[in-house]
């Protein structure tokens, strides 16, 4: 099974509203990270927050880790028409030797105008 | 923009043929991936190279096979195609930092199978 698992699978605000999406996983992590996709496209990096830390900031963005619960958040604020995409967690973790990064079933964010 | 480029976009084809995914990076990446999705989907790794010659399958089973030659180039194949193949086809670079690897992916191959 995947490591990370995303909830909700699917989510439907309007424009203006925040969006809060959330990330389980399994095993212990060097870092987690949080990506996008649009319809159709590739996968596009968002933000990376380390083990170490707790909490990021990236414009609208705002990432938290409780790596003793294994789970992160992902906050978009004041959300619009364009954020509209699946937002997928992946977990860098190191396996068997090597680092090795999982991503999860994604969450799919409709914002509606 | 991520310099990683997948050729073609979009592809169908007749059960049976073969075919080649194209992917180049102009990064330098060292390692590079090829992910499958189905629509809506979640990704499943199917192929990756830590560097030139060395190729390894990734998690989820697939009969395409890939190769390593160049450090810029990772071509996947499929020698004869079924409708089974029908997916879109992720291709990833990523080079390892202190803080982790971060992906960057190309913008996919549509693969249709008939």
């Known amino acids: 099974s995947q490591q990370g698992e995303e909830d909700p699978q699917a989510l439907s605000i309007q424009e203006g509203e925040n969006a809060t999406m959330n990330c389980s996983y399994k095993?212990?992590?060097?870092?987690l990270q949080w990506y996008r996709q649009n319809s159709g496209r590739g996968l596009v990096h968002l933000i990376l927050?380390?083990?170490?830390?707790r909490e990021k900031h990236s414009g609208r963005l705002r990432v938290t880790l409780d790596t003793s619960k294994k789970s992160s958040s992902l906050l978009i604020t004041a959300s619009r028409a364009a954020d509209t995409a699946s937002y997928f967690c992946a977990t860098d973790l190191n396996s068997g030797g090597y680092q090795k990064v999982t991503f999860g079933i994604g969450t799919k964010l409709q914002v509606i105008p | 923009e991520a310099d990683i480029y997948q050729t073609p976009r979009y592809l169908v084809i007749g059960t049976g043929k073969k075919i080649t995914l194209e992917c180049s990076q102009t990064m330098g990446h060292d390692k590079m991936y090829w992910y499958q999705q189905d629509p809506g989907m979640e990704l499943h790794l199917i192929h990756y190279s830590y560097g030139v010659n060395s190729t390894e399958k990734g998690d989820l089973s697939s009969e395409s096979t890939v190769s390593r030659i160049r450090t810029e180039h990772f071509p996947l194949t499929l020698e004869s195609a079924r409708p089974s193949h029908t997916s879109q086809y992720l291709c990833?670079?990523?080079?390892?930092?202190?803080?982790?690897?971060?992906?960057?992916f190309g913008e996919g191959s549509w693969l249709t199978v008939v």
């Open positions: 990833a670079s990523s080079i390892g930092t202190l803080s982790g690897n971060t992906i960057y």
């Open positions: 927050i380390r083990s170490n830390e």
């Open positions: 095993t212990s992590i060097n870092n």
